[in-house]
């Protein structure tokens, strides 16, 4: 598990090659639906589900990244 991997998630919902693992989620053109989209592919390959409130203070893979692995043991 890795912060890469939540990077493919953006590009994969994005629709775009141009994310790092600090891009800020809603400054490549996220809204609230695409959103909704990584926290369920997220839940779906990791397993911790993260909260909306989780995204919106950490819109980046790697601030992300850093709340999946906080919940998992």
Do not use: C, H, Y
Request: proline share 7%.
């Amino acid at each position: 598990m890795s912060p890469n991997q939540i990077v493919q998630i953006f590009r994969r919902v994005l629709n775009t090659p141009r994310v790092n693992t600090d891009s800020d989620f809603f400054e490549l053109g996220g809204d609230s639906l695409l959103a909704t989209r990584v926290l369920s592919a997220i839940a779906r390959e990791f397993g911790p589900e993260l909260s909306w409130e989780d995204f919106i203070e950490n819109p980046s893979a790697e601030g992300l990244f850093a709340k999946v692995a906080a919940a998992v043991p």
